[in-house]
């Protein structure tokens, strides 16, 4: 592993902020979002300051989910003469508020938006489009994480950081290989019945149902919405012991339960914390999951332009970006960090780094009518679990 300043410990702690938001509901948070946005006036704002060419400005705010950054890349940074600021919101949703509330004048310039989210800033007039020949590195991201259905060619933002959804299960106690929605299903009303564990978050449980029923996830169809509602409430919720988007960091090394589902990342700090690895199996389930991802964007007003463009076409730099990778446990999407993390011993590097054709049979969440009667299906499902 690369020294670093000994700001916390390489995995366990590193997610902690990151997971805790990902088990947020995303019903409440666009519901929230919107309606701040509604209620927010709009003002003029002001322009970005004028350097002269070769000129950067000598400070830049970022607007960032808590401890999400290795803190020698923003020391290296600073090198150039550029102190970076940060401030830390929890959710997408007072991200919205705070830039919506300002409209152009929040003194930020970069955030970092969950993709799904980009439609609704953008908008919303919350964020710049990018100037793509500012950013020289932009090349270094690999295709699969560029052009994302809710930012066509990437005119707002560019991956921070991705990963998916699958699950994980204890080889003793479940036999056989699992390896679809279908089994999981299968498995969790049947031998791992008690000992299941599901996300805290309304699409990602309901897209197990959706997936295993060869639905689009992304379905805002009535009878797809009833027939889940039906399935997860009745069927799947008497079995689940657990919702909680972090079980797998604790339960893989505890024993807690034997069939998780689980963020990709946060099986491998499982997995790091165990004696026992190999009695577990993680599965990137078929026929899809989520693909769901983190963005640089630059928010409307930025007053450092230069300087916001600078560091982030500094942070999509290989080795810069590989350094990332290894403080938060998650792929950035730059293209060769798979290499350097074999160059570098990096462990379990198959659950951030999944094959192509994993890759390329995701399907991104979004954020549309359906997310209302989603949290209802999760409440109702919490109501009924272990019954």
């Known amino acids: 592993m690369a020294d670093r300043p000994d700001i916390r410990a390489l995995v366990p702690r590193a997610a902690s902020a990151q997971i805790s938001r990902r088990a947020l509901l995303s019903g409440f948070i666009v519901v929230g979002a ?70 152009g004048t929040s003194g930020y310039d970069v ?20 100037d793509h020949s500012r950013l020289k590195n932009l090349g ?19 991956c921070k950081d991705w990963g998916t959804t699958g699950f994980a299960y204890d080889t003793r106690a479940i036999p056989g290989e699992l390896t679809s929605w279908a089994d999981f299903l299968e498995a969790a009303t049947g ?93 990137y389930p078929t026929p899809t999951a989520n693909l769901w991802m983190d963005t640089w964007a630059i928010a409307k007003g930025a007053q450092n332009m230069d300087a916001a463009y600078a560091f982030i076409d500094y942070m999509l730099e290989p080795e810069v970006s590989y350094r990332e990778v290894d ?11 798979d290499e350097l993390a074999k160059e570098n011993e990096f462990d379990f590097p198959e659950l951030v780094f999944p094959a192509a054709d994993v890759i390329e049979r995701l399907t991104p969440a979004e954020l549309n009518d359906a997310a209302g009667q989603l949290v209802k299906t999760l409440n109702r499902m919490m109501a009924k679990a272990g019954s």
């Not at 701040?36 to 322009?47: D, E, R």
């Not at 955030?111 to 439609?119: F, K, L, Q």
């Open 140 to 158: 270094n991201v690999d295709p699969l994480y560029l052009d994302q259905s809710w930012d066509p060619g990437n005119t707002y933002s560019v």
């Open 191 to 283: 031998t791992a019945s008690g000992d299941v564990s599901l996300l805290e978050d309304p699409w990602e449980v309901a897209s197990i149902y959706f997936a295993a029923n060869g639905i689009d996830p992304n379905t805002t169809n009535k009878a797809d919405l009833a027939a889940a509602d039906e399935y997860l409430v009745n069927t799947l919720a008497p079995h689940v012991k657990a919702f909680n988007s972090t079980a797998v960091t604790s339960g893989i090394p505890e024993e807690t339960f034997t069939l998780m589902q689980a963020f990709n990342g946060d099986a491998r700090q499982g997995l790091l914390a165990s004696d026992d690895p190999d009695s577990w199996r993680f599965v």
């Open 111 to 130: 955030i970092v938006p969950t993709g799904s989210y980009i439609p609704i800033m953008s908008e919303n007039g919350l964020i710049e489009k990018l």
């Open 34 to 103: 919107t309606s701040v946005l509604a209620a927010c006036s709009k003002s003029t704002g002001f322009a970005p300051s004028k350097l002269p060419d070769g000129v950067m400005e000598n400070h830049l705010n970022v607007y960032s989910w808590g401890d999400y950054d290795d803190p020698a890349n923003i020391a290296a940074f600073q090198k150039t003469g550029t102190s970076v600021q940060f401030d830390s919101f929890g959710s997408n949703e007072e991200l919205i508020a705070k830039l919506g509330a300002t409209r």
């Open 327 to 337: 403080y938060i446990g998650y792929s950035t999407g730059v293209k060769g960090i």
